[in-house]
């Protein structure tokens, strides 16, 4: 199974930011994509921010221009830096991986708190 690992999420101010981390490192496999979702308590997971092999980005409406993704190949990590942070993104946020042939794969998850 591939593993992956996010951390870097925590309690922040409104306004503030944050910078996620997800290492693949676990992986024996080539990844498409790398996406950072996010869950809210009773709302379904979406899509925050997606890098793919080819590095092109694509990011949800709500956080253009505020988040951005990266990625690290040297150290295996891919990265969402989350800048003026508001209090409706509290939520658990997960990386993911798309594989060419080996299906896709989740991180366990991150709390991120933005408070009022």
């Known amino acids: 199974q591939v593993q992956l690992v996010e951390s870097g999420g925590g309690l922040v101010q409104a306004g503030g930011s944050l910078r996620l981390s997800c290492d693949t490192s676990?992986?024996?496999?080539?990844?498409?994509?790398l996406d950072w979702y996010r869950q809210a308590p009773g709302k379904q997971r979406e899509l925050v921010a997606r890098?793919?092999?080819?590095?092109?980005?694509d990011y949800a409406d709500s956080v253009k221009g505020r988040f951005a993704i990266s990625r690290d190949n040297a150290k295996n990590t891919v990265y969402l830096q989350m800048n003026s942070l508001k209090p409706e993104e509290t939520a658990v946020y997960y990386c993911?991986?798309?594989?060419?042939?080996?299906?896709?794969?989740w991180g366990q998850g991150t709390q991120v708190t933005v408070s009022s």
């Open positions: 993911h991986a798309r594989t060419f042939y080996n299906g896709d794969f």
């Open positions: 676990g992986s024996p496999f080539s990844f498409s994509a």
């Open positions: 890098i793919t092999n080819t590095d092109s980005t």
